[in-house]
């Protein structure tokens, strides 16, 4: 998306996840989400310090969302009100695109029709969601393909503060706020790649951003039997000195099979120029199924190459206070993420090394580490033409 340069107007909503979101100025300049489910490629097309921090804090929420569009004033109640505005589809993927795309509006309608009778399909078509397929392997663990998938439901006729979610996710990751940067590929957060599972709920979340922001989910496992879960989420995002933005996160969850549990995140951003930003990253979680703290530090220098790819090169450490072994895994890697032809595919590629060590009969050995997964982005919000 190019914004408009010059005085600072109405903040454009930045994605965080499954209900969160944060602001980022107009002021900002041309910046490329597509590292993060986006890298600041450009990292911005300004070179004032206001910029470059405002640039870091959208870069630490993750995708852009478009501006709320104005209601027609005769809303329609027909399935092409929920077709895309691509009308040319020559091959497969286009076509299961298509698909996804109504099915995800028509979704939204149909449940937001239960708290109202307007069909207001123009907010449905900011329905939206990714698909992504793909696998990871390290000699230490293996092989884990992986098939994943996420869509959001508006529902403005309950309330727009208000969303329906259903996905194929880490589980443990989701719930607990210990998700990377990085979606596509399944991730390896403390040592561990957890099993996948298919999670529906609500989330709440203010869609005007305020640097002090409250977000609630609630949801359940589907699986038998059901296992019901809830999060509490508060953050803070300050920007200081011209070129830093600092992000803090606590979140408090519970699950009836895991119990309660809280995840402590700290993020502090530097933009060093139009090109690189420089993340170092912290977090900590405890649950009452742990045995002490569960912890790593990170830090991550994203690079654009262009304004269609970008880099990350990462280094990171993981900890387990209470474990035989307290300091578990030294890793680093670099990871590619490539907006193909058509501009909804990403191509993610990664390749790194670990030296994982989580008991004391373990020797720590260096293993390599590669991954490949393709990510199809649906629905009108996820169109990056429209960032």
């Known amino acids: 998306m190019t914004t408009s340069m010059g005085k600072l107007e109405t903040p454009i909503i930045v994605e965080l996840g499954l209900g969160g979101t944060a602001p980022v100025h107009r002021g900002a300049g041309p910046v490329i989400f597509l590292l993060l489910g986006a890298l600041p490629a450009a990292c911005l097309a300004s070179s004032s310090a206001e910029s470059y921090a405002e640039a870091a804090a959208a870069a630490s ?39 996804l795309t109504i099915s995800a509006c028509t979704s939204s309608a149909w449940l937001d029709g239960l708290f109202g009778g307007v069909n207001l399909y123009d907010q449905y078509r900011q329905t939206h969601g990714t698909v992504s397929a793909g696998g990871l392997w390290s000699e230490y663990s293996g092989l884990d393909p992986r098939l994943r998938f996420r869509v959001h439901l508006q529902l403005p006729q309950w309330n727009k503060r208000i969303s329906a979610f259903i996905g194929r996710m880490g589980e443990d990751n989701f719930i607990s706020d210990t998700e990377s940067d990085f979606e596509a590929l399944p991730t390896r957060q403390f040592g561990n790649l957890e099993n996948e599972s298919v999670l529906v709920g609500l989330g709440y979340s203010n869609p005007r951003r305020t640097g002090n922001d409250f977000d609630a989910g609630l949801g359940v496992r589907v699986d038998l039997p059901l296992d019901p879960f809830t999060r509490l989420r508060y953050e803070i995002v300050r920007t200081f000195a011209d070129h830093y933005v600092i992000t803090a996160r606590e979140t408090v969850f519970w699950q009836n099979s895991e119990g309660f549990g809280t995840t402590t995140r700290v993020n502090l951003d530097r933009a060093l120029s139009r090109r690189f930003l420089l993340r170092w990253g912290n977090l900590g979680k405890f649950t009452e199924e742990t045995v002490g703290l569960e912890w790593y530090s990170q830090v991550t220098l994203f690079q654009s190459l262009s304004e269609r790819s970008g880099l990350a090169w990462q280094i990171q450490v993981d900890g387990a206070t209470e474990n035989e072994v307290p300091l578990t895994r030294y890793s680093g890697r670099l990871i590619m993420r490539r907006q193909l032809t058509p501009e909804w595919l990403i191509l993610e590629l990664r390749g790194g090394m670990e030296w994982p060590r989580r008991r004391l009969t373990e020797a720590r050995t260096m293993s390599p580490e590669v991954g490949i997964a393709l990510e199809m982005q649906f629905g009108q919000s996820r169109n990056r033409s429209d960032r």
């Open 61 to 99: 929420a993750g995708v852009f969302r478009p501006p709320e569009q104005e209601l027609p004033e005769e809303d329609q109640n027909t399935l092409e009100d929920c077709e895309p505005d691509e009308t040319i589809l020559n091959g497969v993927l286009q076509k299961v695109r298509r698909t």
